[in-house]
Each structure stands twice: as C-alpha cells, then as structure tokens.
C-alpha cells in the first residue's frame, strides 16, 4: 500500500493552479523575470518525514521567510531579554516595509523590514565572517545542505534598495542601530537572496514544530523557549497587514517571502511550505494563501481548534494465528491527520499479499473528520493489495462501515473474541 497523501497534495496544487491573479515582485528587477506558472507543495511531519508535489526542486530566495530564522539565531545567542530591547511584538498592522517605528523607539517586530534589519544588526559576528553567511550556515544546518546565496538576485536588491536605507538611516538615528546603516542593510538583503526548495523550507520547518530538535538528526538546534518565542510572533505579525484574516481563516504560524514562498509551522504536527510568485497586495503569494487555507480547511490544522497530537497512534503491533497470517494493529489516542499519517506510513510495510489485517479502534476517543477520510483510504488501498480487513470499533466512531470505494467492512465489537473466531477458523 502507498500512503494517499502525496497524491492528495497533488490535487490540492491543481485546484489551486486555476487562480492566475495577483502581480510578481517588479520592484526588484530580478523578481520581475520569475516564471509566474511556478506552483510547489511540500509537508513535513513533526518526525521528519517529508512529501512533496510540484515544482519542488526549483530554487527561490527565501527573501522575508528568513526574518524567523534570523530571528531564531540572535534569540539562541542573545537571550529574549537582550533582543527585547531592541525589538518589540506587537503587530504592526502596517505594510511591511512602512517606515515607522513604536512610540518606545522601537522597530514594533522582528517580521516587519524595520525589526528584520534591527534583528541582523545583533547577529554575534565570530571567525571573521560576515552576519549574512553565518545565518547562511545557521540555515544549512536547519535544511540539512549546503544553502547558496543568489547574487543576482542580491545585486538587484541592492540597487533598488532605497526604502530600506531609509529604514537604516532611520534606525541609526534614534541609537537602535550602532553601526553603519548601509553596511547592515547590505547583509539584511543579502540574507535574503539565500536559495530554497520547499522541501528545504520544511525541513528547516520541521526543527521549529518539533520544538527546537531536528528530527532527522535528533539534535537540539535551538531552545524551546526560543521556538515558542519564534512561532509566538509568526502567527500574530508573519502575514504583516494581513495577519488577523489569517489568523481566523488559516491558524497557524506562517511567515511570507516575496519571491511567492510561504512557511507555515504548527506546533507538535507538521511544516508546510507553498511556492507561487504571484503575490497580492500585501505581498503575500496568491496560490500559496490557497493551499494553506485549503490544507488547514481539509486537515483540521487550524491552531485554535486545540485537540492534542500523539507521538504515536499505534499502542501495539503483533502477528498471531496460523503462519502469523493474521496482523494486529492496536490503536490508542485521537485520529487526525498527524497520526492518520503516521499510521499510513506504517501499514505501507505490509506485504503486498492476501493476509488478514485487524485494527482495533477501542481505545481510540476521537476520530476527526480528515483522519477519518485517510483511515478510510488507507483501507482501500489494503484491500486493493489482496488484504482482508476487519475491524474492531465497539463505539461505532466510524458511523458507517463502509469505504471510499463503497464497500463493507466487517466491524467488530471485541478484539479477544475476534482472534479467536479467526484461529478456531483455521483449524
């Protein structure tokens, strides 16, 4: 059996492939020449298992989703405290490069310009190496590669960067920057032309909603305190002038890039990353704001609707009967998307043969409608392997015993006298 997933995925990028509105980032003249008919879509689970769709391999600058990362480095460095007092948290409700600042001084969070060029000003500099490369490495450490910067790129930024000079200048002068104002926003667009793949967004995605540990490596990259602090931010200044709609309509920690990326982490569950250069008014990419409303829609990813994920769904696994022809499953906790994923991905290891596989949801409390909908696909896919599939669901949270392709399971109400009926039978 393959997981439904990718191929999920890949109807939601074609569904939201029909929207052509929406402008590329012409005030940069490299932006300017993106091809607009670029779409990619890629997740990562909070153990590091990562599914991609699209044109997942092509390259773009990160661009504004480095603001978090940025973010992230000095936090790990320099403590909340020392980064408070250079930068706030409030949302702004302005446009991102607006230049202004709070009634304190203070740029009013590290997601707007003013707060992302405050923030590579605090950037500890070791070995002689500029602020941008070391973020540059801080990066390849979280996407598990060598990341590249794009010169191209950085050398139009930096011609046409006169907004932000002015957000410098204005820095330097009431004392929130303490050097050169050219030489710091410089290195700011300079972290910004940084490469990226989705799938590096959400790998790099995956080490924030897995609490600071990378779950490939099992290293701690960063403190927790650090995470929340991160995401904390993310959900309420990531989308810049749009962050209350999308708090409401999406609910989970994002952040926005103006090459037409978008990252969203949702704590303890997964990292999705949407790729399309066509941007809205905000500067936010069209199609990319259609996946993830359409993701958090179907998976129940909203942040606020609060149901707790398991670290794993299935209690226990055993083969037993004559040959182990029979393969138990025994499932505990909540059924939504993270664990019907996880759950999918392990029955991927049954054998392509015609055993029998019996799940047990007794001890399962509640089963949300998306991960109802992948169980139940899951199913089919068994069956279409040669499986036999019987069930073991006494509180009848399936409602109808019946799959996507419209056929009947065998429910049960007793996992003992199950393995039992089916042992006697093959005697």
């Known amino acids: 059996m393959q997981t439904p997933l990718p191929d999920y995925l890949a109807h939601v990028i074609e569904a939201c492939d029909i929207d052509n509105s929406g402008h590329l980032a012409d005030y940069i003249p490299e932006l300017a020449n993106a091809n607009p008919n670029r779409l990619a879509l890629a997740m990562s689970t909070v153990d590091g298992e990562i599914y991609s769709v699209g044109d997942d391999d092509i390259e773009f600058t990160i661009q504004s989703m480095s603001k978090p990362f940025a973010y992230a480095y000095v936090l790990q460095q320099l403590g909340i405290e020392a980064v408070l007092d250079k930068v706030g948290v409030e949302p702004s409700g302005e446009a991102f490069n607006e230049i202004s600042l709070g009634k304190d001084r203070r740029p009013k969070n590290p997601m707007i310009n003013s707060g992302a060029i405050t923030t590579h000003s605090l950037i500890p500099i070791k070995d002689d190496l500029e602020s941008a490369e070391i973020l540059r490495q801080f990066m390849s450490a979280l996407a598990g590669r060598e990341l590249r910067f794009d010169e191209a790129v950085y050398e139009s930024e930096v011609k046409t960067a006169y907004r932000n000079l002015s957000i410098g200048y204005m820095l330097r002068t009431v004392g929130i920057l303490e050097t050169d104002p ?4 410089n290195g700011y667009i300079r972290q910004c032309s940084i490469l990226v793949t989705v799938k590096d967004l959400v790998r790099m995605g995956s080490v924030l909603a897995n609490g600071g540990v990378d779950p490939k490596t099992g290293k701690r990259l960063l403190n927790r305190s650090v995470v929340r602090q991160v995401l904390s931010v993310m ?23 103006v090459a037409g990326g978008i990252l969203g982490v949702l704590p303890g569950q997964v990292s999705i990353a949407a790729f399309s250069p066509k941007l809205d008014e905000h500067g936010n990419s069209v199609r990319g704001i259609d996946i993830l409303e359409r993701l958090s829609r179907d998976m129940g990813l909203h942040l606020m609707e609060g149901t707790p994920s398991a ?10 009967g004559k040959d182990a022809s029979l393969s138990v499953y025994v499932l505990r906790g909540v059924l939504k998307f993270t664990e019907a994923e996880m759950l999918l991905r392990i029955l991927q290891a049954e054998p392509m043969d015609q055993s029998t596989i019996v799940i047990d949801l007794t001890q399962i409390s509640i089963i949300h409608d998306v991960g109802k909908r992948m169980f139940l696909e899951g199913i089919d896919r068994l069956i279409d392997d040669g499986h ?14 019946r799959t996507h392709k419209d056929r009947t399971l065998h429910v049960y109400q007793d996992i003992e006298d199950l393995i039992a009926q089916l042992k006697d039978a093959e005697k």
């Not at 036999?388 to 015993?401: I, Y």
Request: charged fraction near 20%.
């Open 235 to 257: 959900m309420s200044c990531g989308m810049y002038d749009a962050a209350g709609d999308w708090l409401s309509t999406v609910g989970i920690p994002a952040k926005s890039g």
């Open 311 to 320: 670290q794993t769904i299935v209690q226990s696994h055993y083969r037993t």
């Open 182 to 185: 050219v030489d710091i926003v």
């Open 388 to 401: 036999t599939l019987l069930l073991v669901d006494p509180e009848q949270r399936l409602d109808h015993a």
